[in-house]
């Protein structure tokens, strides 16, 4: 059974950078398409951006295209998701997650995925 671990969270000033990382184990995700979404304090949790499971496909949200980017590297089954130019408004904990289907597009749909870390928190605040 797969397990996800995020990492890489902190408190960093507006305009700092971050980058998260998604360790997988147990077993291999390197079939998979991924996906980073996160979820503000009273607010529901929502698509940041997602990767196909050979990375040549990827989509961003609106809200961070051109800000933020995603990667990965099957070699480490780890997720990376590079975060620059930060803002108040993408505080928030960042959740990795695993979609249901071995080499399924990716998808910006919830429910596509069923395999979810703990989540790390980032906070923007000067």
């Known amino acids: 059974q797969v397990q996800l671990v995020e990492s890489g969270g902190g408190l960093v000033q507006p305009g700092g950078s971050l980058r998260l990382s998604c360790a997988a184990s147990?077993?291999?995700?390197?079939?998979?398409?991924m996906a980073w979404f996160r979820q503000a304090p009273g607010k529901k949790r929502e698509f940041v951006a997602a990767?196909?499971?050979?990375?040549?496909?990827?989509s961003h949200a609106n809200s961070v295209k051109d800000r933020f980017t995603i990667s990965r590297d099957n070699a480490q089954n780890t997720l990376y998701l590079q975060m620059n130019s930060l803002k108040p408004e993408d505080t928030a904990r960042y959740y990795c997650?695993?979609?249901?289907?071995?080499?399924?597009?990716?998808?910006?749909?919830?429910?596509?995925?069923?395999?979810w870390g703990q989540g790390t928190q980032v906070t923007v605040s000067s």
């Open positions: 990767i196909s499971w050979g990375g040549g496909s990827k």
């Open positions: 147990g077993r291999a995700v390197s079939n998979y398409a």
């Open positions: 997650a695993r979609n249901r289907l071995s080499m399924a597009i990716p998808t910006s749909l919830e429910t596509s995925y069923d395999v």
